[in-house]
């Protein structure tokens, strides 16, 4: 029996050792950390979108990190006649952000998302002053990673589409017919 379980042993550890070099790329989370972002989510997104939403909205959030493009130009607005273009991608300190987030949730007892929710919301105010985060930027900026969750929703058409509870599709594909038509209830 011991030389049994000293090969599953051997064979488990085997099959390990490949999956130990795996290295995430700069734009991915750990499985771990998106666990805490959806428990965010839950935090500071709307409640009525319930948690099919939030995930949605996590998800979607998940695809602009993953798809950043460094370098790209940006509008550079009215009267602003310097082009900027996009940064390094803001991963990596969304990394950092999240363990420290979850870090001060374990120095109250416990994860992030089983903290009440008064407590959870005094972690994320003093994160945000910390990063000094007074505005919801335009777009994500990186400065932290709650502001820029935030700013990439509530600027999506799917939150303006909830703030008017329509299907009104801003930034998004639309017949000029359609404009001309009351958008149906979501």
Known sequence: MKRRQALKTLATAAAALPLSRVRLRADELPADQV???RDIAATVL?????SK?????????LR???????GVALSHGYGEP??????PTPAPGYT???VALQQAAQSRGGRFGALPIEARRELLDA???AAEVRNLPGRPDGKHVVSD???HYFRSSAANDLCYNARIGRNTYRAIRVTTVRPRPL
Do not use: C, H, T
């Open 35 to 37: 666990f805490v972002l």
């Open 46 to 50: 709307p409640s009525v979108m319930g």
């Open 53 to 61: 939403g939030q995930n949605e909205a996590v998800d979607n959030f």
């Open 64 to 70: 602009w990190i993953r798809d950043y493009k460094e």
């Open 82 to 87: 310097r082009l900027v273009k996009s940064g």
């Open 96 to 98: 950092r952000q999240l």
């Open 127 to 129: 994160a945000l002053k």
């Open 149 to 151: 969750l935030m700013s």
